[in-house]
């Protein structure tokens, strides 16, 4: 089961690129990393997913090293509203067996 | 246009009642899940469906019974509800070959 380790907390100010980072040391070679935002009272958005290498969409990037034992969630120029908690997810695809195990997430204030 | 949507949004009940939580999805998604949020903001998965199928198990009480008439619902069944199962239930939908899940608003269930 690939377990997870982020940061608790982090502090950004707005405009700063922030990095979020991951690790997940027992990551399967059928494994992608997903990462997810949630806002207070709500429930998780899906921000960004890869497998290696890096990826990036108009929300994030994603930095993947070559053993896929961490990985990096990159939100650059955050502002106010980038505050959110955000989780790393690692697994294959849904079927039986599969670990869906969130973790405590990392909690980002982004200050002005 | 609501891609996952739940019902109740808020739950407040008395301990040893029976209540239901209805969830739905038009994003023609074959798996669908359960989770439990607790105070401390922990995600944990509950159960999941593969067109209407449970796929995934946790460790869960035999109070909590899913039920999925069809792969666009998933209904939460929750037998003589006691105090430790006030949480914020989050249902997700994904497809069945991609682990990229979408979630509802949640369900805040009170049990006094």
């Known amino acids: 089961l690939a377990k997870t380790t982020q940061p608790i907390s982090m502090d950004s100010y707005e405009g700063q690129e922030v990095n979020i980072t991951c690790s997940h040391n027992n990551i399967a070679t059928n494994d992608y990393i997903t990462w997810y935002q949630q806002f207070p009272s709500q429930g998780p958005r899906f921000i960004i997913q890869g497998y290696k290498t890096k990826v990036t969409n108009e929300v994030a990037s994603l930095f993947i090293p070559a053993d896929r034992k961490s990985s990096t969630l990159s939100l650059p120029r955050v502002s106010l509203s980038d505050t959110a908690v955000y989780y790393c997810l690692v697994g294959d695809k849904p079927q039986a067996g599969t670990a869906l195990i969130f973790g405590k997430g990392t909690t980002l204030s982004v200050s002005s | 246009d609501t891609a996952v949507s739940q019902t109740p949004k808020y739950l407040v009940t008395q301990m040893g009642n029976d209540k239901s939580i209805k969830c739905e999805q038009n994003?023609?998604?074959?798996?669908m899940y359960w989770y439990k949020q607790d105070s401390k903001k922990f995600l944990k998965i509950m159960f999941s469906y593969n067109n209407k199928e449970l796929i995934i198990n946790e460790t869960v009480p035999n109070r909590f019974s899913p039920k999925s008439p069809d792969k666009a619902h998933l209904n939460l069944h929750i037998n003589s509800l006691e105090l430790g199962d006030s949480a914020v239930y989050f249902c997700a939908s994904s497809r069945k070959d991609r682990l990229v899940q979408y979630f509802g608003p949640g369900t805040r269930l009170t049990v006094t």
């Open positions: 994003l023609g998604h074959d798996t």
